[in-house]
């Protein structure tokens, strides 16, 4: 069984650019979720993906988008990145079953934006 | 949305030494589960454990849904226990919230 994978590992950006991370779910997975962690922080959710769908999202601005294509793996988009999109950023996935839920993590993705 | 508070929020303890750590939340829940996040950041799964009791070796962990708080405990701790502990829970539907976290330091 293969777990969450995530890509990159590292990435610097400048403010004003855009970034596209990625994550592969783990094997019979059918949902993805995307969170950042700040510094010293807790993760925080951006959104959920259920079947290519969004299927809930945080309190992120319209700039945080993403995807989820039909082998359930998933990009997180960020546009006209500022200073504060520096964080880790962690895909989970799971099944979206009632008495399944558990959630399990990829190493992330450490964003840095200068 | 759900709150979540964890307490202490730091710890450091000698090796060999035993430890609660304490998740409270404001509202029902269908998912809890534990986390150790390792220094370079991957969340790995403790428990998952909306209700009930397991063990894992020297973990164990106590959610009473009711009163709405989970307990983890860690025994014998050891210097690879230290990291930062969190709790992270989801009200039917709704976000996986996590809280912000217990620092655990072990020192030899």
């Known amino acids: 069984e293969t777990g969450v994978t995530q890509s990159p590992t590292h990435l610097i950006k400048t403010r004003g650019q855009q970034v596209t991370l990625r994550c592969s779910s783990q094997?019979?997975?059918?949902?993805v979720s995307w969170y950042q962690q700040a510094l010293g922080q807790g993760p925080q959710f951006i959104f959920q993906?259920?079947?290519?769908?969004?299927?809930g999202r945080g309190n992120f601005p319209p700039r945080f988008s993403g995807l989820q294509f039909p082998n359930y793996s998933s990009e997180l988009n960020v546009n006209a990145l500022e200073l504060d999109d520096s964080a880790l950023y962690l895909c989970a996935s799971n099944v979206a079953a009632d008495d399944a839920r558990e959630q399990f993590f990829g190493p992330g993705t450490r964003l840095t934006v200068l | 949305g759900i709150q979540v508070e964890q307490s202490p929020p730091d710890l450091i303890l000698q090796e060999g030494a035993n430890s609660t750590l304490r998740c409270n939340f404001s509202d029902s829940v269908n998912n809890l589960q534990w986390f150790h996040q390792n220094p370079w950041g991957q969340l790995i799964n403790l428990f998952y454990i909306p209700s009930g009791t397991k063990q894992n070796g020297r973990l164990s962990a106590t959610t009473v849904a009711t009163e709405r708080y989970s307990l983890l405990y860690i025994s014998s701790s050891q210097t690879t226990d230290s990291g930062v502990y969190f709790c992270a829970v989801e009200n039917y539907g709704q976000n996986f919230v996590f809280g912000p976290g217990t620092r655990l330091s072990v020192l030899p």
């Open positions: 094997s019979g997975h059918n949902t």
């Open positions: 993906y259920y079947r290519e769908e969004e299927n």
